[in-house]
C-alpha cells in the first residue's frame, strides 16, 4: 500500500512508534526507495531503533497506522484543544530533538521568503573602554593585540578576548564594558583568569584588574561564568538587583530586564546570593530564582546553559518564553494579535538554525506565524 509522504510525516511527528509499527516502517521505506525525505526523517528520529529494533523481527502485511493517523488528521473539535495539545507539542518536540527540518509544506501562515533572509545570531560584541573608546570586536582579528595603558587586550586563535594587565595596587582601577546586541554573542577572559559568556542582549562591566579584596563585576542579560579560584578574593556578580558572590565556581546568572525573576543557576562549587536583607546559599545542582523573595529549586542544567552549548532546549515552555528568546537570538520582534498560544513546547534545537527552519517547528505545535519584515506576527 502507497502512503501519502504527508500522512506518514505527520504520523512520525505526532506519534511514538511502538515496535510493530518500526517493523512496518523499516519494510516500508525498503520497498520504497523513491522516499528520500520520509527515509531522512523516519532515520533521523529513530535512527538505531530502525536498525536494531526491528531487524530479524517478523514483517507485518497489513499497516498498523490507519488508525493513528484517523486520529492525528480527524481529532473530535470539542475535545481538540485539550487533549491533542500534548500530540501537537509531541510533534514540535520530535523536530526540535532532531535538530534538523526540512521543508515537506509551503507554510501558508508566513512568509517564507523573508524568514529565509533572517540568520542566526554570531560572535560579535562592542567594547567600551575607560575613556569612552569604542572597538567592534568582530573587526578584531584573532592574534591582535590592543594595547590601552598597562593593559593588553588581545583576541585569541578562539576568538575570546583575553585580559592582561601588570598588578600594581597603586594604580587606578578602569573599567570596560563588553555588551551584546541582538543576535550577538562573546566570551572573555578576565585579568584573574575567569571564563565568561555573555549571551545575546547582555553586557558585562568588569576592572581592567583586580588589585582589591575581591573581585567584582556588573551585569545586565545572561552570563555564564567559569570563576577562577582565588580563596583570597571572593568574586561578586552584580545584576538584576543581587548579588552572587563565590570563591571559584561555575555558574549561569540570568537577569534580563524583561524577565519576572533573576535565575542563578549552579553547576559546580557554592554560592551566596544576596538581596536587600535576604540571602540562600546554592549548591550545585541547585536553581535560585530571585524576585520578591530567593526561591531555591533543583535546577534543569542542560536548559539553563543551553544558549551556551550552542542550541535551544525547552521543557514545558510556554509560547513567551520560546519567542523572548527568538527576538533575541534573531534580532527580531514578535506581537500577538488575539490571545496567546496555549502550548508547551519541549526539545532541543540548533541555534544556527535560519529563522525559516524555526518557524516551520512552530507550525506544527499548532502555532501560527506571519512575518512581516523583522516582525514575526502569531495568532492563536
Not at 493513528?68 to 530533538?97: G, M, Q, T, W
Not at 556588573?218 to 538587583?241: C, M, Q, R, S, T
Not at 535546577?299 to 518564553?321: M, N, P, Q, V
Not at 520582534?333 to 538554525?353: C, D, F, W
Amino acid at each position: 500500500m502507497k502512503y501519502q509522504k504527508e500522512n506518514l510525516i505527520k504520523i512520525l511527528y505526532a506519534h511514538e512508534l511502538n515496535l510493530n509499527e518500526k517493523i512496518w516502517l523499516k519494510k516500508y521505506l525498503e520497498d520504497h526507495p523513491e522516499e528520500e525525505e520520509l527515509r531522512m526523517i523516519a532515520y533521523e528520529i529513530y535512527s538505531d531503533d530502525i536498525n536494531t529494533e526491528a531487524a530479524g523481527k517478523k514483517q507485518l502485511i497489513e499497516s498498523p497506522f490507519d488508525g493513528v493517523y484517523k486520529n492525528i488528521a480527524e481529532p473530535r473539535a470539542d475535545h481538540r484543544f485539550n487533549r491533542n495539545i500534548r500530540r501537537l507539542s509531541a510533534a514540535a518536540a520530535c523536530l526540535l530533538i532532531a535538530g534538523l527540518l526540512s521543508v515537506y509544506h509551503h507554510a501558508k501562515t508566513a512568509d517564507r521568503h523573508v524568514a529565509q533572509l533572517i540568520q542566526p545570531g554570531k560572535n560579535q560584541a562592542l567594547l567600551t573602554l575607560s575613556n569612552g573608546k569604542k572597538i567592534a570586536l568582530a573587526d578584531v582579528k584573532n592574534g591582535e593585540k590592543i594595547n590601552y595603558g598597562k593593559i593588553s587586550i588581545s583576541k585569541n586563535s578562539d576568538g575570546q578576548i583575553v585580559y592582561r594587565a601588570a598588578i600594581n595596587t597603586n594604580d587606578k582601577v578602569e573599567y570596560n564594558t563588553i555588551s551584546t546586541p541582538k543576535a550577538g554573542q562573546y566570551q572573555v577572559i578576565l585579568a584573574d583568569g575567569t571564563h565568561v559568556w555573555l549571551n545575546a542582549m547582555s553586557s558585562i562591566r568588569f576592572p581592567t584588574s583586580f588589585p582589591g579584596k575581591d573581585r567584582q563585576v556588573e551585569i545586565k542579560g545572561e552570563a555564564y561564568f567559569e570563576v577562577a579560584k582565588d580563596k583570597h578574593k571572593p568574586f561578586k556578580v552584580l545584576g538584576g538587583n543581587q548579588t552572587v558572590e563565590v570563591l571559584g565556581t561555575h555558574f549561569n546568572v540570568n537577569a534580563y530586564q524583561d524577565e519576572e525573576t533573576v535565575k542563578t543557576t549552579l553547576l559546580e562549587g557554592s554560592v551566596k546570593i544576596t538581596k536587600g536583607n535576604m540571602t540562600a546559599m546554592l549548591s550545585p545542582g541547585q536553581q535560585a530564582t530571585t524576585g520578591d523573595v530567593i526561591q531555591v529549586d533543583k535546577a534543569d542544567i542542560a536548559s539553563a546553559i543551553s544558549w551556551k552549548e550552542g542550541y535551544f532546549l525547552f521543557r514545558d515552555a510556554d509560547i513567551e518564553t520560546v519567542m523572548k528568546q527568538v527576538e533575541r537570538w534573531y534580532d527580531v520582534s514578535v506581537k500577538y494579535t488575539g490571545a496567546k498560544p496555549e502550548v508547551e513546547l519541549n526539545g532541543k534545537i540548533s541555534r544556527q538554525m535560519n529563522l525559516s527552519k524555526l518557524l516551520d517547528m512552530l507550525s506544527y505545535s499548532g502555532v501560527h506565524c506571519r512575518v512581516e519584515g523583522h516582525t514575526i506576527m502569531i495568532t492563536n
